[in-house]
């Protein structure tokens, strides 16, 4: 059984890089072969890439988006990921940046953007306790 996916009123997908928005009701489907898929939730905008960890997420979802973009992609997302390893020190920052890094090298990107979401969140909690 392929991907099956469930979509609420209104809500997008990005598939293969084309943005689909679901009608007014909810809507159920199978993507039966290999596609890139992401979820509204998912999709970060190059606006809202406002903090180092953001800049990490941005390159991964492009990566994860579009194949054909990979490797023009790959350099911006080793950078981000350089800098922003360089700049923390926490043990458990270093661990979601080597995840973040071997998912990609995988080529699992989805789950190298479940890591970067917990970078993103250890980054905000961070900064909270700085304002």
Request: hydrophobic share 45%.
């Amino acid at each position: 059984m392929g991907l099956k996916l469930t979509l609420k009123a209104g809500e997008k997908i990005a598939i293969n890089g084309a943005v689909l928005v679901n009608g007014e009701r909810r809507a159920e489907f199978v993507i039966e072969n290999r596609a890139s898929v992401l979820r509204e939730r998912d999709i970060m905008r190059a606006e809202e890439a406002t903090t180092p960890a953001r800049r990490v997420y941005l390159p991964v979802m492009m990566m994860a988006l579009d194949p054909d973009a990979r490797a023009g992609v790959f350099g911006e997302f080793e950078r981000r990921l350089t800098e922003f390893a360089g700049a923390v020190a926490d043990p458990g920052a270093l661990s979601l940046c080597l995840k973040i890094s071997a998912a990609v090298a995988n080529g699992a990107y989805y789950k190298a953007l479940g890591h970067c979401r917990a970078l993103i969140e250890f980054e905000s909690e961070r900064l909270s306790h700085v304002a």
